[in-house]
């Protein structure tokens, strides 16, 4: 039977999802699914609204509007929905489980509370795990490697969420569960972007060890940013000159942080510190330069959020000085995106500006009149930081720069109306 059309359309959508337009690729994928789906081709219908979701699900990292990130978490479930029920019809058990954790994934997107989506993600982990278990026992690397990455990425978006410190040690647990596995398996079968997403996915849950332990008088985050160093020097070499720069903005992006961590943590010296400072801010630069290749505005948005988070906390204010506005303008406007839903990345949005003017607001290099705009500012961003991240263990940094800006203000302003 010939399906000249179908193919056609199909390698059109691939072109398209390899230059990072989603939303194009979803609609040429959705008109060769339909043309199966009219064919009574099942199985081949099935991959391809499955695929529909993926592409779906990428698109929330490139949407530009509220509107449209809402739109492709809707048409992501619908796709994965159909593609569920295809794949039970034609008896792909395994296939039906990994469109449920899909589903389960996107829909803790647009969860109407941090508790609800928590619930989601968490679903969506216990659902990949499920079918990790299955490929392995059926001796499907590729599937394994795959259930396990999506695995790791439902809990690193379960962690903004937790509420309390016990809450991040049992998501950090089931980290901890899979060790090693999905790093080494990416590894033997040489998937590069599983390895990449794995690597990424890992190190930012592992940083969350700071909100449930001690971690000055642990050594546990220590040994966690060692491994990352030997991982991403593994990495690099493993890859040589690969090119995804979705995967690498996201190797990059994590490496940054951990190089920023260390030196401002484990480093012995002023000389040290500020050699672990600058790799990691070179790194940040680098995965910025990837994250805008790949229209990413989920990773650009903790991208410029660290590089110049890191970068005031180390002093290295005319650096800040240089990019600051410019900065805080895309990170505004990619923002918007995520407004109306309850994403960690909108909380980063505005918790920059916030952090930035609350702090400007306490030099005395300004005037009073200027001092007084600034920590007004930092008050409103602050706020908006913390509309759904209220009861979150993370609306802690919110809640400080909320703190220091209203400090400002009673301290600048002259009426007790003003103050008030």
């Known amino acids: 039977m010939k399906r000249e059309i179908e193919e056609s359309l199909l390698e059109k959508a691939r072109i398209e999802e390899k230059n990072y337009n989603f939303e194009e690729a979803a609609e040429l994928y959705e008109q060769a699914a339909e043309i199966f789906l009219n064919k009574n081709l099942k199985k081949e219908a099935a991959k391809t609204f499955n695929q529909l979701g993926l592409v779906y699900l990428y698109a929330l990292e490139t949407a530009k509007t509220s509107e449209t990130f809402i739109s492709n978490c809707k048409n992501g479930i619908k796709a994965y929905e159909i593609a569920k029920k295809l794949f039970n019809q034609v008896g792909y058990r395994l296939n039906v489980l990994e469109c449920e954790a899909n589903i389960f994934y996107i829909n803790g997107f647009i969860s109407g509370s941090l508790t609800e989506a928590t619930k989601s993600f968490n679903n969506s982990y216990e659902l990949f795990i499920e079918s990790s278990k299955y490929y392995e026992q059926e001796d499907n690397k590729e599937g394994t490697v795959r259930t396990l990455s999506g695995g790791l990425r439902s809990l690193s978006y379960a962690l903004p969420n937790c509420k309390t410190s016990l809450e991040v040690k049992e998501i950090l647990q089931k980290v901890n569960q899979l060790g090693d596995k ?9 998937a590069f972007r599983y390895l990449g997403t794995i690597f990424f996915f890992e190190t930012l849950s592992r940083f969350w060890v700071i909100y449930a332990i001690n971690f000055k008088s642990n050594d546990r985050f220590y040994k966690y940013l060692k491994n990352i160093f030997l991982r991403f020097k593994e990495f690099s070499e493993l890859v040589g000159r690969w090119d995804d720069p979705r995967v690498l903005g996201m190797v990059f992006s994590a490496s940054g942080n ?6 401002n943590h484990y480093a012995k010296d002023e000389k040290e510190q500020g050699e672990y400072i600058d790799k990691g801010i070179e790194l940040f630069e680098k995965a910025l330069i990837f994250a805008k290749k790949a229209k990413n505005s989920f990773l650009i948005i903790q991208c410029i959020f660290w590089l110049n988070w890191w ?7 005319k650096y800040v000085q240089k990019r600051i506005f410019k900065d805080v303008n895309e990170l505004l406007n990619l923002g918007k995106a995520y407004m109306d839903t309850p994403s960690f990345v909108y909380y980063l949005t505005n918790l920059l500006p916030a952090f930035y003017y609350a702090n400007i607001a306490q ?52 009426s007790k109306e003003e103050q008030e």
């Open 182 to 190: 999905p790093w080494k398996l990416s590894k033997e079968i040489k």
């Open 258 to 263: 951990a190089y920023c961590a260390y030196g």
């Open 311 to 317: 970068a005031f906390f180390n002093r290295r204010l």
């Open 363 to 414: 030099m005395n290099m300004f005037t009073t009149r200027q001092r007084i705009s600034y920590a007004k500012k930092g008050v409103e961003y602050a706020k908006k930081s913390l509309k759904f991240f209220s009861n979150a263990h993370m609306g802690i940094k919110a809640l400080l720069m909320l703190t220091y800006s209203y400090s400002q203000l009673t301290a600048l302003t002259t």
